[in-house]
């Protein structure tokens, strides 16, 4: 099992990387003005999304495999599961944002997406502190 649980360390962090990095790109998209640096990060921003979804879907794939491994015991996993399913939207709410970055339709300003982008990073200090202390 520890070989399991070091996969899922990888896969988490990996994924993080991405979670972390793509709404930073919409950052600069929003604040870019010049069509060919635009082209150049939607194409950098569509990349990552699908380099990130094997990683995420890996990520929780051997999740569950620790899950079922060692059981439900406590109630920090319940909360965990609970942050893990936020982070899942998260992600999935990137996608349709760039999706709809693409299309035009998004209208969100540069300071938005720097707030949206501190997501993440609360959702991982909750997951951490979680797993590490066990409160519950």
Same mark, same amino acid.
């Given at each position: 099992m520890l070989v399991v649980k070091a996969l899922h360390i990888v896969f988490v962090t990996s994924w993080f990387a991405g979670l972390f990095y793509l709404p930073r790109i919409f950052v600069n998209i929003a604040m870019e003005t010049d069509a060919s640096v635009r082209a150049v990060l939607f194409r950098m921003a569509r990349k990552l999304y699908r380099f990130m979804l094997p990683l995420a879907v890996l990520a929780l794939v051997f999740g569950f495999w620790l899950w079922f491994g060692y059981g439900i015991s406590g109630g920090w996993l319940h909360a965990k599961l609970f942050f893990v399913v936020l982070l899942v939207g998260?992600?999935?709410?990137?996608?349709?944002?760039?999706?709809?970055? +693409?299309?035009? +339709?998004?209208?969100?300003?540069? @300071?938005?997406?720097?707030?949206?982008? +501190?997501? /993440?990073?609360?959702?991982?200090?909750? @997951?951490?502190?979680?797993?590490?202390?066990? /409160?519950?």
């Open positions: 998260y992600h999935h709410v990137c996608g349709r944002m760039l999706a709809r970055l +693409e299309r035009g +339709e998004d209208a969100h300003s540069h @300071v938005w997406y720097r707030w949206f982008n +501190e997501a /993440p990073v609360l959702l991982l200090v909750a @997951v951490v502190f979680l797993v590490v202390l066990k /409160p519950f």
